[in-house]
């Protein structure tokens, strides 16, 4: 693969990075203008930021598990990455605790690995209808069952929660603002998209015309089919779902953070492309180019530990001010860190954390060398 010397692809650490990089920008920047209407960074990264986070989070475990297994070897590599998973819930949860306004992505994250990991087992061919009859269904099962369920207590889950598991469950799953069963189409798209050559240019290109004109499609589409008064009055975004009790046409609307079939297919659309285009980038360039591009966007590389730092920097002990002039400097901070650890060639300290279950479970899946010698 091009750009590093270790085979990494530069322009999924972009992708990541732009990602990040959105998702701050809606937690800082207003939602809207002072005269009401929706600001460039809302109508950018609004929803799609997230999703384009949750397909990345497919793409790496279709990468992490491209080596076919069987037996003890798969058993190891799937405990490994189920206990990853448990390490990032669990740092939600601990920044879940904080005061600081944002719902928290990575407890979900989390358990969107985990269910994630029996789909790894299946071939490209049955991945991508998977993934569409997805998009389509989930969200009207999630309309179905979310009437019977309680109703969401916290924007983000925390070890409080541990003392209703059952009232946890369904947040992380159906009712929260990151919706696991929706949201796992995101990871079945990124698994697709990581079962892909992703160097040949010509199908990144027809990656990135496909998921334009599948983002273009579901909004005119919606445009046409949802009443435009509820689609204007929830164009800032919902809170994960459509209301509990809404009658089936919510299922019309594309709205950020909704979790209908339109906006899944929407942003899954927004995602691909971004992808494709970062990848193209890196193919095109030369090597020499490549490489600055991987200091600059190094952030990429380390996104749970700057996104967990980027949380922790809006609580008030550490940046009182909440005012949309402090992205520049969140920016600065995430872009600077993550170009130095680049150039030390040092991963992030939570990256190398919550890799260290994989890594120990590859060591212990290798084969013992054997020992030649001379039988006496």
């Given at each position: 693969m091009t750009g590093t010397s270790h085979g990494r692809l530069v322009g999924l650490d972009v992708a990541r990075c732009l990602a990040l990089l959105g998702m701050v920008a809606t937690h800082v920047l207003d939602e809207r203008t002072p005269?009401?209407?929706?600001?460039?960074?809302?109508?950018?990264?609004?929803?799609?930021?997230s999703a384009l986070f949750a397909v990345l989070a497919g793409v790496s475990l279709a990468l992490m598990t491209r080596e076919p297994l069987r037996g003890r070897p798969l058993a190891l590599r799937t405990l490994g990455i189920a206990a990853r998973a448990l390490l990032i819930g669990l740092l939600g949860l601990v920044l879940g605790g904080l005061d600081t306004g944002i719902a928290v992505i990575l407890t979900y994250y989390g358990v969107l690995f985990v269910l994630g990991l029996p789909f790894t087992l299946l071939r490209l061919r049955r991945l991508l209808p998977l993934a569409v009859v997805w998009v389509v269904l989930a969200p009207v099962v999630s309309h179905l069952v979310r009437p019977h369920l309680p109703g969401r207590g916290f924007d983000s889950p925390t070890f409080e929660q541990l003392a209703d598991p059952g009232r946890l469950a369904s947040e992380l799953l159906l009712t929260g603002y990151y919706p696991a069963v929706p949201w796992l189409a995101y990871l079945l798209a990124g698994l697709v998209?990581?079962?892909?050559?992703?160097?040949?240019t010509s199908l990144l290109g027809g990656l990135a015309?496909?998921?334009?004109?599948?983002?273009?499609?579901?909004?005119?589409?919606?445009?046409t089919l949802a009443d435009p008064a509820v689609a204007s009055d929830n164009a800032t975004g919902m809170y994960g779902t459509t209301p509990a009790d809404g009658d089936w046409t919510w299922l019309l609307l594309v709205a950020p953070h909704s979790a209908t079939p339109f906006d899944l297919a929407q942003t899954i659309g927004s995602a691909v492309l971004v992808i494709a285009l970062c990848l193209l980038v890196e193919q095109l360039l030369p090597r020499p180019a490549t490489a600055v591009l991987a200091v600059v966007f190094g952030a990429g590389a380390a996104t749970l530990t700057l996104y967990s730092l980027h949380v922790v920097m809006r609580t008030e002990a550490v940046w009182p001010e909440e005012d949309p002039s402090t992205y520049v400097s969140h920016v600065v901070v995430l872009l600077a860190i993550g170009a130095a650890l680049r150039l030390l060639r040092r991963r992030g300290p939570l990256e190398a954390a919550a890799g260290l279950p994989v890594r120990l479970a590859r060591r212990s899946s290798r084969p013992e060398p054997q020992r030649s010698g001379t039988n006496r």
């Amino acid at each position: 693969m091009t750009g590093t010397s270790h085979g990494r692809l530069v322009g999924l650490d972009v992708a990541r990075c732009l990602a990040l990089l959105g998702m701050v920008a809606t937690h800082v920047l207003d939602e809207r203008t002072p005269s009401g209407d929706l600001t460039t960074a809302q109508w950018l990264a609004g929803g799609r930021a997230s999703a384009l986070f949750a397909v990345l989070a497919g793409v790496s475990l279709a990468l992490m598990t491209r080596e076919p297994l069987r037996g003890r070897p798969l058993a190891l590599r799937t405990l490994g990455i189920a206990a990853r998973a448990l390490l990032i819930g669990l740092l939600g949860l601990v920044l879940g605790g904080l005061d600081t306004g944002i719902a928290v992505i990575l407890t979900y994250y989390g358990v969107l690995f985990v269910l994630g990991l029996p789909f790894t087992l299946l071939r490209l061919r049955r991945l991508l209808p998977l993934a569409v009859v997805w998009v389509v269904l989930a969200p009207v099962v999630s309309h179905l069952v979310r009437p019977h369920l309680p109703g969401r207590g916290f924007d983000s889950p925390t070890f409080e929660q541990l003392a209703d598991p059952g009232r946890l469950a369904s947040e992380l799953l159906l009712t929260g603002y990151y919706p696991a069963v929706p949201w796992l189409a995101y990871l079945l798209a990124g698994l697709v998209l990581g079962r892909l050559d992703l160097r040949d240019t010509s199908l990144l290109g027809g990656l990135a015309v496909g998921g334009l004109s599948l983002a273009v499609l579901a909004t005119q589409v919606s445009r046409t089919l949802a009443d435009p008064a509820v689609a204007s009055d929830n164009a800032t975004g919902m809170y994960g779902t459509t209301p509990a009790d809404g009658d089936w046409t919510w299922l019309l609307l594309v709205a950020p953070h909704s979790a209908t079939p339109f906006d899944l297919a929407q942003t899954i659309g927004s995602a691909v492309l971004v992808i494709a285009l970062c990848l193209l980038v890196e193919q095109l360039l030369p090597r020499p180019a490549t490489a600055v591009l991987a200091v600059v966007f190094g952030a990429g590389a380390a996104t749970l530990t700057l996104y967990s730092l980027h949380v922790v920097m809006r609580t008030e002990a550490v940046w009182p001010e909440e005012d949309p002039s402090t992205y520049v400097s969140h920016v600065v901070v995430l872009l600077a860190i993550g170009a130095a650890l680049r150039l030390l060639r040092r991963r992030g300290p939570l990256e190398a954390a919550a890799g260290l279950p994989v890594r120990l479970a590859r060591r212990s899946s290798r084969p013992e060398p054997q020992r030649s010698g001379t039988n006496r």
